[in-house]
């Protein structure tokens, strides 16, 4: 198996899901993610968490606020749930619910190693896509897996929106739009403003500009409304909030004390990093 430098990052958001564990005041859980990683991982988690805190926060509040949408998309009668570029989650494990079905889509060999690890613990392995989600035919792809496609799905589209060129983004969700009849898509993204450096908060541009730097990434696209959504393709918009307001909701007074002692940079950033959540109409 050869996992490139894209894959590779599901080793290290592994490492932060994994510490999380061995927090006195935990965000959430996740006690499968160590199955994942070695000390070099670890390790490695430990130094992003300690020297790019902005960074590390966003990757733990973006965590506990996907899985908030899970948990409500399934109260709410969601029966499938696709992870979009899924490297090493296992919400399948942690939200699992009578009559819920997962499905898994990543490069081949994220997938194999995932499901290599599982089968050595004994634990259930999801129907999985493996694939480049911009290139195959997903939906067909889905569906040969066993995705129904006239059943409510949810897909999960975590740390990807901002990877891609816009016109991707769009092109992407009008061909989901095609072929499936009724589905949710839950995003994380960031302010165009804060990605061309025209927003007005200092900070904020330049701890984005830290996090490239740290993760050796370029952000490509942002958007500063989610009407884009409701006009380039057929949807329409149920909700979007700040990564951080929904970390205060979720953990109360004590957010600050989860967050790290540097929290003014992690609110500096979590307050244009957001969470969409649209419907196909």
């Known amino acids: 198996m050869t996992i490139n430098e894209i894959g590779a990052t599901a080793f290290l958001i592994a490492g932060v899901r994994a510490l999380e564990e061995g927090r006195d005041t935990p965000l959430f859980s996740d006690p499968y993610a ?3 990683v070695n000390d070099e991982w670890l390790v490695r988690a430990q130094k992003l968490l300690d020297v790019h805190v902005a960074v590390g926060d966003a990757i733990r509040l ?12 399934i109260a709410r009668g969601v029966r499938q749930i696709v992870t979009l570029g899924c490297g090493f989650d296992m919400r399948q494990a942690i939200h699992a619910s009578e009559g819920v079905r997962f499905f898994d889509m990543d490069q081949p060999a994220v997938l194999e190693f995932k499901a290599d690890v599982l089968g050595k613990a004994g634990l259930p392995v999801c129907p999985a896509v493996a694939g480049d989600y911009l290139e195959i035919d997903l939906p067909a ?3 040969e897996a066993g995705l129904d496609r006239d059943v ?20 992407f969700l009008g061909g989901l739009c095609d072929q499936i009849g009724r589905f949710r898509v839950g995003f994380d993204y960031l302010l165009k403003r804060v990605l061309d450096g025209t927003y ?3 900070q904020a541009v330049a701890v984005v ?16 409304s989610l009407e884009q959504f409701e006009t380039n393709v057929p949807f329409r918009i ?4 700040k990564i951080l307001e929904i970390g205060i909701r979720r953990a109360g007074s004590k957010t600050n004390e989860r967050l790290a002692s540097t929290a003014s940079l992690s609110r500096a950033f979590a307050g244009i990093y957001r969470l969409g959540l649209i419907e196909r109409r």
């Open 238 to 241: 149920i909700k979007t909030r």
């Open 62 to 73: 973006r965590t506990m606020a996907l899985n908030r949408t899970v948990e409500d998309e």
């Open 152 to 171: 409510q799905t949810l897909f999960v589209w975590e740390g990807n929106t901002m990877y891609l060129p816009g016109d991707r983004v769009f092109g």
């Open 34 to 36: 160590s199955l994942f």
């Open 200 to 202: 007005e908060d200092a």
């Open 209 to 224: 500009r830290d996090v490239q730097k740290a993760m050796g990434v370029v952000f490509q696209t942002g958007f500063d």
């Open 141 to 143: 792809r889905l569906s």
